[in-house]
Nanobody, 121 residues
Framework: QVQLVESGGGLVQAGGSLRLSCVAS????????MAWYRQAPGKQRELVAT???????NYADSVKGRFTISRDNAKNTVYLRMNSLKPEDTAVYYC???????????????WGQGTQVTVSS
């Protein structure tokens, strides 16, 4: 069993900052790529940022220059630092990790339960 737990969401004014965290726990050998997605009301889930096991990063155009994804492999944790937040960043943010499950010996994608980020204007 693999679990991802996000934290750090909340209500912030436009122009403010938040840092999201996501910790992976359970039975696994390794974590490959990790990512943050978000889903706004009435919209499809979209990719926000990704980071490989060697910390190569990639961002959606809408967040480039404002968001920073990072990871601490020793803590099985991925972070998303969000600066200069805009009302359109309001969404539920989900953590995703590609994990080699030690119970099944298979690699698969796992998701957290999501954390709400609300940016007021």
């Amino acid at each position: 069993q693999v679990q991802l737990v996000e934290s750090g969401g909340g209500l912030v004014q436009a122009g403010g900052s938040l840092r999201l965290s996501c910790v992976a726990s359970g039975s696994f050998f390794s974590i490959n790529a990790m990512a943050w997605y978000r889903q706004a009301p009435g919209k499809q889930r979209e990719l926000v940022a990704t980071i490989t096991s060697s910390s190569t990063t990639n961002y959606a155009d809408s967040v480039k220059g404002r968001f920073t994804i990072s990871r601490d492999n020793a803590k099985n944790t991925v972070y998303l630092r969000m600066n200069s937040l805009k009302p359109e960043d309001t969404a539920v943010y989900y953590c995703n990790a590609n994990v080699l499950n030690s119970g099944t010996w298979r690699r698969g994608d796992y998701w957290g339960q999501g954390t709400q980020v609300t940016v007021s204007s």
